[in-house]
């Protein structure tokens, strides 16, 4: 039987220092599976393509001429990988390691479109990289007992932080976007990731796109990647964009009714963290009380526009 054939798409915006380590990891992370490699740049101010030509001279590199976030470099990515098996659409903060890449596509059937590996941090510490679905019962809990908290009581979290949940192959809702393996025909079904989004809850949306059409996420434990934390806890601008996409996207997904006490519950979450004296939470906060922030096109020149 021959290997499969994956391409892994990597997105990179400013990323030359997270280069040489992300490409080291891709031959034992890919073994066993016929892979290529295609980086979609969003434009980078930095030496982002001159670090992925010293070290992956044989990559795909696409350079879009703008920054397109992280949907719109997936979707140019995959877009220019071709004819594969596979997708694997992958950060450039992210560490394949040995054999990871051919055990997700071997949980990839014919009722599974999606599967993602178990994820830890840059201390090997485990990441709850499980979701479950967004709703108003779990957006109130995050906002009233904490997102940790709701987690371990049942099915109530959003995040899945119940550690004995993550010892075996299980479907989930949807999964943290930095390393998701999508099959061929998922991609032809669900069509391309929603650009729209720019950054944030665009992979919840192809997930739940997905799952809806019967083409659901497992999560796959034995197989292992490391993901370096990003920015967004910290940034003021990234946070609120964060809370504001997630407010949008339950909002296309349901009623205007059910949509204001959602975010009536996002008001409440942030407004409890700002009086603490959180940056981000004001941030988010603010952006939530200005209704043209939801009609917005997003992107770089809307997230200048957040203040501190």
């Given at each position: ?305 957040v203040r501190a």
């Open positions: 039987m021959s290997a499969p054939r994956i391409a892994i798409c990597v997105v990179t915006f400013n990323s030359a220092p997270l280069i040489e380590d992300l490409v080291a990891s891709i031959p034992p992370g890919a073994a066993g599976t016929s892979w290529s490699l295609v980086f979609a740049d969003n434009y980078s101010q930095d030496d982002t393509v001159g670090q992925i030509r010293r070290w992956a001279p044989e990559a795909v590199v696409v350079q879009t001429g703008a920054n397109l976030g992280y949907a719109g470099g997936v979707n140019a990515a995959v877009a220019a990988a071709g004819d594969q098996d596979a997708f694997l659409i992958l950060n450039a903060d992210v560490r394949l390691t040995p054999g990871c890449l051919a055990t997700l596509y071997d949980a990839l059937g014919d009722g599974v479109g999606i599967t993602v590996p178990r994820l830890v941090d840059s201390a090997q510490e485990p990441m709850w990289s499980m979701r479950r679905e967004p709703t108003l019962l779990r957006a109130w809990a995050d906002a009233l007992i904490g997102a940790e908290r709701a987690g371990r009581l049942g099915t109530l979290g959003e995040i899945v932080t119940d550690a004995d949940l993550y010892q075996a192959p299980r479907l989930t809702d949807w999964a943290e976007g930095s390393t998701q393996l999508i099959s061929a025909r998922c991609w032809e079904e669900c069509g391309p990731w929603d650009s729209s989004y720019f950054l944030y809850s665009e992979e919840t949306e192809y997930d739940l796109r997905a799952r809806d059409a019967g083409l659901p996420v497992l999560f796959v434990p034995s197989a292992v990647a490391q993901h370096l934390k990003g920015e967004s806890a910290q940034s003021p601008r990234l946070w609120s964009l964060l809370v504001l996409n997630k407010a949008r996207l339950y909002a296309r997904r349901h009623g205007p009714a059910t949509t204001m006490l959602y975010w009536l519950a996002l008001v409440v979450r942030e407004g409890s963290r700002a009086v603490l004296g959180k940056r981000t939470s004001r941030a988010a906060l603010r952006d939530l009380l200005r209704p043209r922030r939801w009609r917005q096109q997003r992107g770089p020149a809307w997230l200048e526009d």
